[in-house]
């Protein structure tokens, strides 16, 4: 069966301090791959989407980068984090019926 | 700008009830229509999706979709306090590898 793992779950971080987000897929080949943000009270923004390696969209201008080395690994980058970027983080795939799965999701806090 | 529109709520209903929670959006192409569930402080769960126009059914769920008015609903049969979550409508236009979702509408189930 197919899983999606997402960490860390909680991350605290200070003002101009560099972000990295691991999410990998197990069970599944050449997914479509993508970051969200949900902001508190907000909904989902797509940030980030990959149709393969090296293949990395981008939704939203804003200090945040992806890339995807792997088939099935996604990485959420930042070089300096701003109070903005706080939220909750979410990696998600496509299956053949075309829904997400979503991974847990991490929460930023940026101070 | 493509948009997916849900009322907020609180959508308050008695333990039993049915929940009815509607969904508009703006691009006549889109073509699947997705329903998650969110509970608080966790990733969204895809429950519910529908592609054709009508109803589906999944247990106490049914999705219903109308195009011609650009309108997809979801109804909550018997409704029980544990499906008090944010419900969220998520769509993808053709041709696309992208998902727009609504602000999603907060459910009350009371007991």
């Known amino acids: 069966s197919q899983t999606i793992h997402q960490w860390p779950a909680t991350l605290v971080q200070p003002v101009g301090s560099p972000l990295s987000l691991e999410c990998t897929v197990e069970?599944?080949?050449?997914?479509?791959l993508y970051w969200y943000r949900q902001a508190a009270g907000r909904g989902l923004q797509l940030l980030f989407y990959s149709v393969g390696i090296g293949q990395i969209s981008s939704e939203v201008p804003q200090n945040l980068s992806a890339s995807r080395p792997q088939d099935r690994q996604f990485i959420l980058s930042s070089k300096k984090l701003l109070l903005s970027d706080s939220g909750f983080y979410l990696c998600?795939?496509?299956?053949?019926?075309?829904?997400?799965?979503f991974g847990s999701g991490t929460r930023l806090t940026v101070v | 700008q493509k948009e997916v529109e849900q009322n907020s709520g609180p959508l308050s209903v008695p333990e039993g009830a049915i929940a009815s929670l509607n969904c508009t959006y703006s691009d006549r192409g889109s073509q699947s229509f997705f329903w998650y569930r969110q509970y608080s402080g966790k990733s969204p769960e895809l429950i519910m999706f529908i592609y054709s126009n009508g109803d589906k059914e999944d247990g106490r769920f049914t999705a219903q979709l109308n195009k011609a008015s650009q309108y997809v609903s979801l109804l909550i049969r018997d409704s029980q306090p544990s499906d008090s979550a944010t419900y969220l409508c998520a769509v993808r236009s053709s041709g696309t590898y992208k998902y727009i979702f609504g602000t999603g509408t907060r459910l009350k189930v009371l007991a």
């Open positions: 998600a795939w496509t299956g053949q019926l075309g829904g997400y799965t």
């Open positions: 069970g599944t080949s050449n997914p479509n």
